[in-house]
Every structure is written in C-alpha cells, then in structure tokens.
C-alpha cells in the first residue's frame, strides 16, 4: 500500500523556520517527481515546491523562492521542505504528492484545467505563522 505520512508541522513565529518531512513507504521513491503543496482556509490548493523525477528540474512558487528548499533522500524514501522567514502567509496545510509522469519540475507544480497530475497524496500537516 502506497502511503505518503507529512510530519514537522506546528506554529512558529513570523521569522521562523519549519523543516517539514514525507516518508513514503509501499513503493520506491526514486524516479518519481515530488512536490509540496498547501491549501490555506478558503483559497485554492497551490503548488510550493516540485522536483521533476524525470530531468531533475525544480519549481518554486514565487512566493516561497530565497525562502523554502525543496530536497529529496531516496535512500530514505524522503522529502522534506526546508521553510525558512515564515510569514503569516504561509500558513496553510501543507500536503506531499508524487507523480510516475516525466513532467517538469513547473508542470508538476502548476495544474492543468484546475487539477495536479500527481498520483499520490499525503493526508497533510498544519503549519500556523504567528504575526
């Protein structure tokens, strides 16, 4: 069984950091694009960070670049998304996603006709930025 688990989620300061992680288990990680997602109270699920498993290539939304780091173990079968001078903006759940599709890093992050070509989810972790 496929299971995608977010951990490293809570609340921090405006200025703070969160380093979160995926474990994935039930396949093997490598190969795969990767990305992160989130999803604030009443607005549209957004792609943060994706890593393409096909050319290598990474994606950041424009509003996390200089602040978040994307990175991939798949020794560990790990992501994790390195989030640094948090702002209360950022707060949102925070999802991973994993795609068998050879697509870019960008198009792993950006939907076409409003949906994500990823073919695993993880349940999410909440992330809550304090002003």
Same mark, same amino acid.
């Given at each position: 069984e496929v299971q995608?688990?977010?951990s490293g989620g809570g609340l921090v300061q405006t200025g703070g950091s969160l380093r979160l992680s995926c474990a994935a288990s039930g396949f093997s990680f490598d190969g795969y694009g990767v990305g992160w997602f989130r999803q604030a109270p009443g607005?549209? +699920?957004?792609?943060?960070?994706c890593i393409s498993g096909y050319d290598g290539s990474s994606?950041?939304?424009?509003s996390v670049k200089g602040?978040?780091?994307?990175s991939r173990d798949n020794a560990?079968?790990?992501l994790?998304?390195?989030m640094n001078s948090l702002k209360p903006e950022d707060t949102a759940e925070y999802f991973c996603a994993v795609s068998a599709t050879e697509w870019s890093g960008q +198009?792993?992050?950006i939907p076409a006709g409003g949906l994500y070509g990823m073919d695993y989810w993880g349940q999410g972790t909440l992330v809550t930025v304090s002003s």
């Open positions: 995608l688990v977010e607005k549209e +699920r957004e792609g943060v960070s994606y950041y939304a424009e602040r978040f780091t994307i560990k079968n790990t994790y998304l390195q +198009r792993l992050c």
